[in-house]
């Protein structure tokens, strides 16, 4: 009789740690998620109400399979969990390319050294400390570093942004020529990439996870539009002009080594397939977006 999983996943109501409750509630895995129970809980699982920082031993008679901590950004967000955790098999935490200087050689590649970077401050060395804190305690944990996330339950004012644009037929403001690199990773695709990892059991811990093609602002822009029904007009902002008052990325153009991931997951979700679910999605759930003010300054201070 084949046994049933079990599995934690911090979060489960906001984008990433949502999708990833849903995908593994779908395979049919008992899903528990943690959270303090301010947003709608998914259907299917299993929550577990509370403040990750004050869990008691709440957790302490459950066994989990796997704790997938998708909401880790501090060292104590990890020692915490780790403190109120019984038993355990795998560990995933899901870290971020912040943690790279933007100083070092690209593409970084896992075996690149961390460090601060200008353009991430704080959220990139707290997430190096988060890295560091779970290896200390749990060296057979696996540490994920993917750029930007995207695809259905985005909750961050990127790729919505650009839709909204597109929809009320507005020119994009493009940062200098347009020419800056983005790397993105589908948030479907970290899911079979976890999948990969569980099953084949690499002797890798620590994995860059990503697309492997990067596509220009310009380009990314123009297929949301596309995608939209729209197509694409544009205004060049001058490099003098803070990119993040009026665009969804810092001015900072980096690139993951990704071939560790390929070889557990060979293939990726082509950028238009994604952003096509994304834009489905967007349509039924545009007031779930966290908007910034990015209209109401190029209005104000770049429209003619």
């Not at 259907?43 to 989990?64: E, K, M, S, T, Y």
């Amino acid at each position: 009789m084949k046994k049933e999983k079990k599995i934690l996943i911090t979060g489960g109501t906001v984008f990433v740690s949502r999708y990833v409750a849903e995908y593994y509630v779908q395979k049919g895995y008992t899903v528990y998620v943690l959270n303090r129970n301010h947003g709608i809980q998914s259907n299917g699982v299993r929550l577990i109400q509370a403040d990750r920082h004050a869990l008691g031993d709440r957790l302490r008679p459950l066994h989990f399979d796997v704790v997938f901590d998708m909401t880790a950004y501090t060292a104590a967000d990890v020692n915490d969990l780790l403190d109120a955790l019984g038993d355990y098999d795998d560990y995933i935490l899901l870290s971020s390319s912040a943690v790279y200087p933007e100083t070092a050689g690209q593409p970084f590649t896992e075996e690149t050294p961390t460090g601060p970077n200008s353009f991430w401050g704080k959220y990139g060395t707290d997430k190096i400390a988060a890295e560091k804190a779970l290896i200390a305690r749990f060296q057979d944990a696996c540490i994920l570093r993917p750029p930007y996330l995207y695809g259905p339950m985005n909750n961050l004012y990127r790729e919505a942004f650009v839709f909204e644009c597109a929809l009320n037929n507005r020119a994009f403001y493009l940062p200098g020529d347009g020419g800056m690199e983005l790397q993105f990773f589908h948030v479907h695709d970290l899911c079979l990439f976890m999948d990969a990892f569980l099953e084949k059991r690499p002797e890798e811990r620590l994995f860059n996870v990503g697309n492997r093609k990067t596509v220009s602002v310009r380009d990314w822009v123009t297929l949301c539009y596309e995608i939209a029904g729209k197509t694409a007009s544009f205004v060049h902002v001058s490099p003098d002009i803070e990119q993040r008052n009026y665009f969804s990325f810092y001015n900072y153009e980096y690139r993951l080594d990704v071939r560790k991931q390929e070889r557990l997951l060979p293939e990726t979700k082509p950028l238009e397939e994604g952003l096509r679910e994304s834009f489905q999605r967007y349509l039924a759930n545009a007031d779930k977006v966290r908007k910034k003010p990015f209209m109401d300054y190029i209005d104000k201070n770049l429209a003619l």
